[in-house]
Nanobody
Framework: QMQVVESGGGSVQPGGSLRLSCVAS????????WGWYRQAPGQQRDLVAT???????HYAGSVKGRVTISRDLAKNTAYLQMNSLEPEDTAVYYC??????????WGQGTLVTVSS
């Protein structure tokens, strides 16, 4: 079994920054992909960014240039650095981790609120 826990959410003013963390623990052979997704109230869950074990990243158009995804293989941790936050970024942010053997696990989410 693998567990995924996000942290780092909170309240911030427009233009501010936050850094989210996603830690995977438990029994697995290796992490292949990390993904950050977000879900605003009444909306579907949308992709924010993904990164592979090899460091290949992909970003949603709405966050490109403001968000950076990274990972630390030794710590089984992925990060999401978010800058120039806007009220539209308010959502619950979820981490998804895909690992061997055939594991695909979501965290419980962390709330990000951007408001003046």
């Amino acid at each position: 079994q693998m567990q995924v826990v996000e942290s780092g959410g909170g309240s911030v003013q427009p233009g501010g920054s936050l850094r989210l963390s996603c830690v995977a623990s438990g029994r697995f052979y290796g992490i292949n992909n990390w993904g950050w997704y977000r879900q605003a109230p009444g909306q579907q869950r949308d992709l924010v960014a993904t990164i592979t074990r090899d460091g290949i990243s992909h970003y949603a158009g709405s966050v490109k240039g403001r968000v950076t995804i990274s990972r630390d293989l030794a710590k089984n941790t992925a990060y999401l650095q978010m800058n120039s936050l806007e009220p539209e970024d308010t959502a619950v942010y979820y981490c998804n981790v895909q690992a061997a053997p055939a594991l695909d696990v979501w965290g419980q989410g962390t709330l990000v609120t951007v408001s003046s």
